[in-house]
């Protein structure tokens, strides 16, 4: 878990004293279309997922964002889905500040700059990520490539899943069952290793 303090320091300098610390209950809605698009919030603890729903009110998982990542509520606005929005998957801390604070701070510190564009590029990323999944095909593919990038983002093959099986399943897009047993044959044929959230990726090729 990464506390107030901790999360303070992952942003760039000069930027420390600009954010407010605001706690969520699990489940609840953070960003909206309707949130000022100035709005920008780095996650301190818990798990944010970036949701939307069609007319039939089925919910697809669109972003992950864990502890150190920075969302933006802009990234909701180009969005073609019925609802968009940013949800708590648990109890979480969030600081919330000003895109202009950032700018601000970039624009008197060199070191700032080169900090937040990383951070910048890093929300993109995780943005762009889960259309690259989905334009795998099949189940294996997409399972492949999302624990090569959580192993990337992890520095380690030995992976702690940052969301449950069966939001996963969501994410990927893919049927919870037809995931589970692409799972357990992916285990039998050596690629994988584990069970639950906790895996080892044997793999990479």
Request: overall charge neutral; aromatic content about 10%; proline content about 3%.
């Amino acid at each position: 878990m990464v506390d107030a303090v901790t999360a303070q320091n992952l942003l760039p300098p000069g930027l420390a004293g600009w954010g407010r610390l605001v706690a969520y209950e699990k489940g609840e809605r953070i960003f909206t279309r309707n949130t000022e698009e100035e709005t920008i919030a780095l996650v301190n603890d818990g798990l944010i997922y970036l949701c939307a729903e069609n007319e039939r009110y089925a919910r697809s998982i669109l972003g992950i964002f864990c502890p150190g990542d920075l969302m933006d509520a802009a990234m909701l606005l180009p969005l073609s889905h019925g609802v968009c929005y940013f949800m708590t998957k648990y109890a979480a801390r969030l600081t919330l500040f000003p895109r202009s604070a950032a700018l601000e701070a970039a624009a008197r510190n060199a070191q700032a700059a080169g900090q937040w564009s990383e951070k910048l590029a890093a929300m993109a990323q995780n943005w762009m990520w889960h259309g690259y999944i989905l334009q795998q095909r099949g189940v294996r593919q997409r399972i492949l490539a999302f624990f090569r990038r959580e192993a990337e983002r992890q520095g380690s093959v030995e992976l702690r899943l940052p969301l449950p099986q069966a939001d996963l399943a969501e994410y990927l897009g893919v049927d919870r069952a037809a995931m589970a047993r692409e799972l357990t044959r992916m285990k039998q044929e050596g690629l994988l290793y584990g069970a639950r959230r906790n895996w080892t990726l044997l793999e990479q090729g």
